[in-house]
């Protein structure tokens, strides 16, 4: 719902603004009258006003001195003059100092409406812009609030990966690759990364291509024209398109087939894509952040990942280190979680026994931060706004690895690769199993065995 555009009408002819306050009363206007321009401007004074129907000859303050003030003082109030007949020049200098329009006495009604109904769009746009502006920054503060209380941590390592998401933030044309485990943050610093970036006024864009059917792949990245293709009703803008100006997050890039992987190359490298079914170029300005926790290296020697590709979208990469390696940041993250989740639920924060965080730390979280999280959440639902406790964190077992004992011999590589074959070994070799006993996923079992050439060697295969 629109405001009542209020109306002031500033004129010395006594029966002409009374005429026009029930002209524009009968319209839904919210007028006022003055006979003068000191008694208009006292009333400026008091009152807000949208438009103001001035004549331009007054006696005292002249029309047009009432319109420099106006204009100086209030910049958004719209004015439309009223001259006498033969009075063009004072006309032309009223429009000149900003007058919308202006009408000529004596005028029509007919007139006077069609001003009234042109100024009244006008006004309603401009409020209507206004409101919009003031959501989107209402919105963008918000945003920014929601980024600052997001990114909890207060180790050495996260330090580092937030000073390098400022970096990027401040090129905007460079792309990031955000490396790390499921689970570390990686999405997080991507929004991070575009809502510090002059970009974050426009589109910040998660693209998972795995989750896009295989037929429709090229179509929602590159757009089509209407008719390109059975279902394609009308032109429509791709992935690239829509996020013209802003930052095209590419989740898992990993996952991207080698099809796609030439094609996105071709885009990057010239700024411009073509949509399915159409021959004309479109520019596009983005900016991609992609994310894996797959090693893309790995990948590229595997030739599963465009080497070329794999340079263009890594200019600036950020690694996150796993949360066991960054344990400093699990008691910042248990309170966050703890009262977050509490607020949510209108329980008041809970307590936390002194037994949680060393428990915590001692854990390895292969699910990260993720992990943690739900962790809490669950600990809170169960501790019905009392204090959480150790038994609330039913953590999975874990290997040991005591604090303060005597410095390895082995690097953490060495360790990691014997613990691999140890366990394989010990479980027959089966990987699903070795997987799970490890407390990683199977295709990260293989990577890893790939990676640190561990090979299954079955006695029944050997000799
Ligand atoms: N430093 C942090 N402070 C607060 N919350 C965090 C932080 N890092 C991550 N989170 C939260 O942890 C959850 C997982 O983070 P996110 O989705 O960004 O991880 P991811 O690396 O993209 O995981 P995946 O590889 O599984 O896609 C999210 O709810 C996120 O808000
Ligand atoms: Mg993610």
Request: net charge neutral.
């Amino acid at each position: 719902m629109m405001n009542k555009i209020s109306v002031l009408i500033l004129d010395d002819e006594r029966q002409f603004t009374e005429e026009l306050e029930e002209f524009f009363r009968n319209r839904g206007f919210d007028p006022s009258i003055a006979n003068s321009g000191e008694e208009g401007l006292a009333l400026l004074k008091q009152k807000k006003v949208d438009l103001l129907i001035l004549d331009v000859r007054l006696p005292g303050i002249s029309g047009l001195d009432v319109l420099k003030e106006v204009k100086l003082r209030y910049p958004s109030m719209e004015v439309i003059v009223v001259s006498a007949h033969g009075d063009m020049d004072t006309v032309i200098s009223a429009m000149r100092l900003g007058a919308l329009d202006y009408l000529r006495k004596p005028f029509r009604q007919l007139d006077i409406r069609i001003a009234i109904e042109r100024t009244r769009k006008f006004i309603h746009l401009q409020q209507r812009l206004k409101q919009i502006e003031e959501k989107s920054s209402l919105i963008t503060k918000a945003l920014e609030e929601r980024i600052e209380r997001n990114l909890i941590g207060v180790s050495e390592e996260i330090r580092k990966v937030l000073g390098m998401a400022m970096t990027a933030a401040k090129f905007p044309d460079t792309h990031v690759l955000i490396t790390g485990e499921s689970g570390t943050g990686k999405e997080n610093i991507a929004r991070i990364i575009h809502f510090a970036s002059d970009r974050k006024d426009n589109l910040l864009y998660a693209v998972n291509s795995s989750s896009v059917p295989e037929s429709l792949i090229e179509s929602e990245f590159f757009g089509h024209k209407k008719g390109s293709f059975t279902g394609a009703a009308s032109d429509k803008k791709g992935f690239f398109e829509i996020c013209d100006h802003g930052t095209l997050f590419f989740d898992e890039i990993a996952d991207m087939p080698m099809n796609m992987q030439s094609k996105v190359l071709r885009a990057i490298e010239e700024k411009q894509i073509t949509r399915v079914g159409d021959t004309e170029p479109v520019r596009t300005d983005f900016r991609i952040i992609s994310a894996t926790n797959h090693d893309l290296d790995q990948m590229v020697t595997e030739k599963k990942f465009r080497l070329d590709l794999f340079h263009r979208l890594n200019t600036l990469h950020i690694y996150i280190p796993p949360l066991r390696e960054r344990p400093d940041d699990i008691a910042p993250l248990l309170h966050h979680f703890a009262s977050e989740f509490s607020k949510k639920i209108n329980r008041p924060a809970p307590a936390i026994e002194k037994g949680v965080v060393p428990l915590l730390m001692q854990y390895d979280f292969p699910g990260n931060i993720r992990e943690l999280k739900n962790l809490v959440e669950r600990a809170v639902i169960l501790s019905f706004g009392g204090t959480l406790c150790v038994s609330d964190f039913p953590l999975k077992p874990k290997r040991e690895r005591p604090k303060g004992a005597a410095l390895p011999k082995q690097t953490l590589i060495d360790a990691e690769i014997d613990m691999i074959k140890s366990a394989l070994h010990e479980l027959g070799f089966n990987q699903k199993v070795t997987a799970a006993q490890l407390g990683i996923s199977r295709d990260a079992l293989i990577r890893k065995m790939k990676k640190f050439g561990i090979t299954i060697i079955r006695t029944d295969q050997t000799d």
